[in-house]
């Protein structure tokens, strides 16, 4: 991919445009990079067809199943690109956490953290889903609330 | 490496408490124990035993924990009275050993399981006070 940079002192708004042909592996982590900057995330459905740019805040959990990461929002589920590490790495300040080896969850989106009889803690989502909180991960996530609340 | 190092701790924290419990208790109570070099030795191997049975939950991080607990109770019991029954070949054991590490075994593992049960409920009610804050606040 060919780059150009211009320095324009007079330029009103600084801008990026990508011009491309096709769509393959470059464009699409070209795309995913420049969508971090406007704090969006390319999600695309189950059968990679349709396309929606998704606002981190609306996702209720992340979760990789079979390498794929997949962001669950209130009523539709979208495959997105990015690794869990990555995600964290850039979407980790919103409000995600971890909760086990393989998701992330919208702490803003929890309804409550529930008991069960067997000393389990699962998560209510807003959607009344439940998810289970790992206990390798409890006192992370427990952590993470602690200074999120702080913060706030 | 972090792992071993927690266990080692582990077993020189708990070793230290329990060896000055019984110091303190046979002071108290005016007690001798004729075999005060032995039982030592055996508070040591039963400590180490018993430590590496309940590091193990890490490893079982995916079964429920209640039934890990009672698992771990069932390892440790079974293997300290495996270890009398063995001893009880080669030298002369207490005919009260078994009763006597029954409760001293079943006893603390109730005490600390409580604990933990206990603390297990206030870490969740404190999350939810949290989030509950979180919300309001956004």
Known sequence: MKINIYHEPNLKENHVDLHYNKTDEETVAVKQYLSAFQGLIPGKDEEMEREKMLIPGEILYIEVVDRKTYAYLKDSVWRISYGLQQFMEQFGAVGFARNNKSMLVNIYHIKELKAQINMRVNIVMDNGEEIVLNRSYKNEFYKYLEKKVAQS | ?138
Request: proline share 3%.
């Open chain 2, 1 to 138: 490496m972090k792992m071993i190092k927690e266990y080692l701790l582990s077993v020189c924290v708990v070793y230290t408490i329990l060896a000055l419990g019984k110091v303190l208790i046979e002071g108290i109570g005016g007690m001798q124990d004729p075999y005060y070099v032995m039982n030592f030795g055996i508070l040591f191997v039963i400590t180490c035993y018993a430590a590496f049975i309940l590091f193990m939950h890490r490893i079982f991080h995916k079964v429920p924990l209640l039934f890990v607990m009672i698992g771990q109770y069932v390892l440790v019991i079974g293997g300290v009275m495996a270890g009398i029954f063995i001893m009880s070949k080669f030298m002369e054991v207490s005919p009260a050993a078994y009763r006597d590490m029954f409760i001293q075994i079943t006893l603390p593992y109730i005490v600390f399981a409580g604990i933990y049960y206990i603390s297990y409920f206030r870490e969740i009610k404190k999350a939810n006070e949290i989030i509950k804050a979180i919300k309001e606040i956004s």
